[in-house]
Nanobody, 120 residues
Framework: VQLQASGGGLVQAGGSLRLSCAAS????????VGWFRQAPGKEREFVAV????????YYADSVKGRFTISRDNAKNTVYLQMNSLKPEDTAVYYC??????????????WGQGTLVTVSS
């Protein structure tokens, strides 16, 4: 499966963005999908994950209550709605398909990343 992340951009603190992860080549419904992010000079970190059905989600403590992951299997797409953005949310955001895990090792397929910049 090939993944394409999009929707990043520059936003002021307190603003919102919605990221999309579109899949091709294979049904995304076969995989749990996670979002990760990597800030300059830091390791890639887990943000959120959603099961194949979309019924179960899990979030990093740092984004809980602000970010919402969802999926539309008919459109082969997973979304990450990000509200109340903070400057510390600035990073390249990656989507990945694989198992319901918080570790990068749980995912076999990765998108190319989309940059989110939050200004103070």
């Amino acid at each position: 499966v090939q993944l394409q992340a999009s929707g990043g951009g520059l936003v002021q603190a307190g603003g919102s963005l919605r990221l999309s992860c579109a899949a091709s080549g294979s049904p995304l419904s076969s995989y749990s999908v996670g979002w990760f992010r990597q800030a300059p000079g830091k390791e890639r970190e887990f943000v959120a994950v959603i099961t194949t059905s979309g019924y179960i989600t899990y979030y990093a403590d740092s984004v809980k209550g602000r970010f919402t992951i969802s999926r539309d299997n008919a459109k082969n797409t997973v979304y990450l709605q990000m509200n109340s953005l903070k400057p510390e949310d600035t990073a390249v955001y990656y989507c990945a398909a694989g198992s319901f895990r918080t570790s990068v090792n749980g995912y076999a397929y990765w998108g190319q990343g989309t940059l989110v910049t939050v200004s103070s």
